[in-house]
């Protein structure tokens, strides 16, 4: 009986469960709905009324995309669809306000409550949140139903969506909620429309390693048609045991108003938020009536500060480089329904490539990606929707000065907010447009600095620049005299033909060969290509004033028009890491023996190069073959390890002999980590696990189960091809859309599992050879 990875990522989960900031009384919106797409024809009059029949409809939980899309995606489905769901609030709550919050409707959505209008919502990747109060009714079923439009939007951009170079797709794809609160409450600030308002703002205008105040800002309203007395109460926990507490004197709120209330405190010898110690607290903000508590937040937070002198960074007081990576939120198949468990193992993987800081590229992320960043010590870049799109129109203008508005109110409290990119991305914007974004930044997060980024040298407080724009404009370097990131570097300089590294000069299928656009099916020596060039370009970096930078792109994507996948991902797009993974997780710094990096980059076989490249972070590195010493080697010192924190061992081997390859990495001369790579014979079977730190915890989760093509040593065959039948046993459906193909040796399966109440069970066949193997997993076993 195999069963599921449990490890640290199982403490991840239960903490970044913990990080939800809790509105009241907050529950799950995200079951029993039913869903129909192509909708066109449907007029609001009818589906928005509690007795329209929906009983052909197909029922779905949320996240939910609206339609399946092939690996590659050319023409992703767009139209409008409709959700409604039957709901009742209890005869208790009839004095209650009631809200509805959805963290992602793609793109341009309608809501209706019981046939009444409730409102409009443009933009697909903020939250919706509606106050729901006047048009529900205790003790009955109330019926929603939500109108989508995923089509190309002048107001909302980007660009149309056949030549946007990524895909928007569509859906209730994140979560939903419902929330309950008092007629005393603290309010959502994406509701209340203030600038710097609404619900509890945290900031630190004073952080040191002996001392922080920590400044807090609580919004709160009443609608009862009575004056109250309330006072309000501040406990700040640390592992939940209660370290400092606030409580007001006792206030007078009339009837119908709002009142802001400042408080803040002082902690001696904080436990501050870096990227190496993620030190996250608290704060439990209560509104007491006689006695007793009417509504609660809990608020997870991190203190730090984050300063910029001239161009270099400082967090803490430290001077920082981040290194960095751009993300695409995307999963095959399924598109933006990510799982929250998905969105946590991407972080996941991201922290353990090494890196500092997410460039969450061109759009706001999800709320439970934010999460896994604060639980894991990663830094975000976090932007607004924009990629090569503007339009002078007010109706424009105005939607994008609201996105950033709302993307500040949501993400303000999060420890991981480096930069706010309130820019659109590679956009000829004018500046006096930039100049107001940037000044919406100071206007929602005033009193401590906060910093705007955005592509033009202009109006903002940094400045981003794609590595392949410096190399065609030599003359920009040391022109931006404030701080420089370089926000997207490794990919288009490598591949397009007018990006300054003289690809003109070569015929297409050497430009193809020598990019850093490589599929794990192209084999090793392309793979290995890809990883010399992300490292020519880190090194290159660090050669410039940039206080970091940002790979371009983590996971291989959908371009939407393209006959491939966008392949310079460090991880594809099931999330299987290539040798620049390894590059890359060599970079961070040895703080410990656990930190240690020893990966081999070969799959050791009669094509493999005889110049073997191993990455590592340790002094000094041992390579043997079949047990015979081959050499001790230190770090390369060639043009392109300079600036390197721990430059790669490359070793000479005379000839190819099958068999085992085994590194050695020490650490001032102790053995601290070893890696083998073994000759594949010929294949024998096929064995099925899940996708690293995967534990699956049904309730709509889609997890990776990668049916490995092995020898009868349990060797991957790497050059293996077949298609895979896939069945399987439990609440739990197969998502792929088309055949299951082995690629380099490893075929993927995305399942949905529903529930693990019945156990899961896969059973995996190769067409062709007739290979065989299973998975099963049953709950405490």
Same mark, same amino acid.
């Given at each position: ?5 449990? #490890? ?12 939800? !900031? ?20 449907? #007029? ?95 003790? &009955? ?209 991201? &922290? ?126 040391? &022109? ?18 007018? !990006? ?130 081959? !050499? ?150």
């Amino acid at each position: 009986m195999k069963k599921i990875k449990q #490890n640290t990522i199982l403490l991840l989960l239960l903490l970044v469960m913990q990080t939800l !900031a809790f509105a009241g009384d907050k529950t799950s919106f995200n079951k029993g709905w039913k869903f129909i797409k192509e909708g066109e024809k449907l #007029n609001h009059s009818l589906v928005s009324q509690t007795n329209f029949n929906d009983a052909d409809w197909e029922s779905v939980n949320l996240p939910h995309t609206t339609n399946l899309e092939p690996l590659v995606v050319n023409n992703q489905w767009q139209g409008i669809s409709w959700y409604r769901k039957s709901f009742s609030i209890k005869k208790e709550e009839e004095q209650k306000q009631i809200f509805l919050e959805f963290e992602g409707a793609m793109n341009i959505a309608e809501i209706w409550v019981n046939g009444k209008f409730v409102k409009k919502h443009l933009g697909g990747y903020l939250p919706i949140v509606a106050d729901i109060s006047s048009f529900v009714e205790a003790g &009955k079923q109330n019926i929603i139903a939500i109108r989508l439009d995923n089509t190309d939007s002048d107001v909302t951009g980007p660009k149309p969506l056949r030549i946007l170079d990524f895909n928007t797709y569509g859906g209730l794809y994140r979560n939903a909620w419902m929330i309950v609160k008092d007629p005393v409450h603290i309010t959502l600030p994406l509701l209340e429309e203030e600038v710097a308002g609404g619900g509890v703002f945290i900031r630190y205008p004073e952080v040191s390693k002996s001392s922080a105040t920590i400044s807090i800002q609580t919004d709160i309203k009443n609608t009862y048609k009575k004056e109250v007395s309330f006072s309000l109460v501040q406990e700040l926990k640390w592992k939940g045991k209660t370290i400092k507490k606030l409580k007001s004197k006792k206030e007078i709120l009339s009837a119908g108003t709002k009142r802001v209330m400042h408080q803040s405190m002082v902690i001696k010898n904080p436990k501050l938020w870096n990227t190496y110690s993620p030190n996250l607290y608290q704060l439990e903000t209560k509104i007491l009536i006689n006695g007793k508590v009417t509504d609660h937040e809990v608020t997870t937070i991190g203190i730090k500060s984050v300063e910029f002198k001239g161009k270099e960074l400082y967090i803490n007081g430290e001077k920082r480089y981040v290194k960095g990576v751009n993300r695409h939120q995307e999963y095959p198949f399924v598109g933006y329904a990510l799982s929250d468990q998905a969105e946590i193992r991407d972080a996941v993987l991201i &922290k353990n490539a090494g890196f500092d800081v997410i460039r969450l590229s061109h759009y706001p992320h999800s709320p439970a990606f934010m999460n896994a960043c604060d639980s894991l010590g990663l830094l975000t870049i976090d932007a607004i929707l924009g990629w090569q799109y503007y339009q002078p129109t007010e109706a424009f203008r105005n939607q994008i000065f609201q996105t950033a508005r709302d993307l500040i109110r949501r993400d303000r409290n999060h420890a991981n907010v480096l930069l706010w990119e309130v820019s659109l991305n590679e956009t000829k914007m004018p500046l006096e447009f930039r100049e107001k974004l940037s000044k919406i930044v100071e206007e929602e997060y005033p009193k401590v600095k906060a910093y705007s980024a955005g592509w033009m040298d202009e109006g903002y407080d940094v400045y981003f620049q794609a590595r392949q724009h410096r190399i065609l404009h030599p003359e920009t370097e040391g &022109k931006w005299k404030g701080p420089y990131f370089v926000s997207e570097y490794g990919d288009w300089e490598y591949y397009s033909k007018n !990006a300054g590294l003289n690809q003109h000069k070569l015929d297409k299928q050497t430009r193809y060969e020598t990019s850093s656009r490589q599929s794990r099916v192209y084999g090793e020596k392309r793979l290995l290509q890809q990883a010399y060039n992300v490292q020519e370009a880190l090194n290159d970096n660090l050669n410039t004033s940039a206080f970091g930078d940002g790979y371009w792109v983590m996971f291989d994507y959908n371009r939407g028009y393209h006959s491939d996948l966008e392949f310079s991902g460090l991880s594809d797009i099931f999330r299987i890491p290539k040798f620049a993974y390894y590059f890359y997780q060599s970079q961070r710094e040895y703080r410990e023996d656990k930190d240690a990096v020893v990966k081999i980059a070969s799959y050791w076989n009669e094509n493999s190069p005889l110049d073997v490249k191993v990455y590592s972070n340790c002094d000094q590195v041992v390579l043997s073959l079949n047990g015979e010493e081959i !050499a001790i080697q230190t770090t390369d010192k060639d043009k392109n390890s300079s600036k390197l924190s721990y430059a790669p061992f490359t070793f000479k081997v005379n000839n190819f002999v099958a068999g085992e390859l085994k590194a050695e990495g020490y650490k001032d001369g102790k053995l601290i980590k070893v890696d083998r790579v073994k000759t594949a014979k010929k294949a024998s079977q096929l064995r099925i696990k899940l996708a690293e730190n995967t534990v699956a915890v049904g309730n709509n989760d889609l997890i990776f189960a990668y049916i490995e093509v092995v020898d009868e040593e349990g060797t991957i065959v790497h050059d293996f091809a077949d298609t895979i039948d896939v069945r399987l046993a439990g609440d739990v459906a197969l998502m792929n859309v088309g055949e299951v193909q082995v690629e380099a040796g490893i075929a993927t399966a995305l399942l949905k599992v529903n529930s693990l109440d019945q156990g899961l069970s896969i059973q995996a066949l190769s067409k062709k050879t007739q290979l065989k193997g299973s998975f099963q997993y049953k709950e405490n076993e």
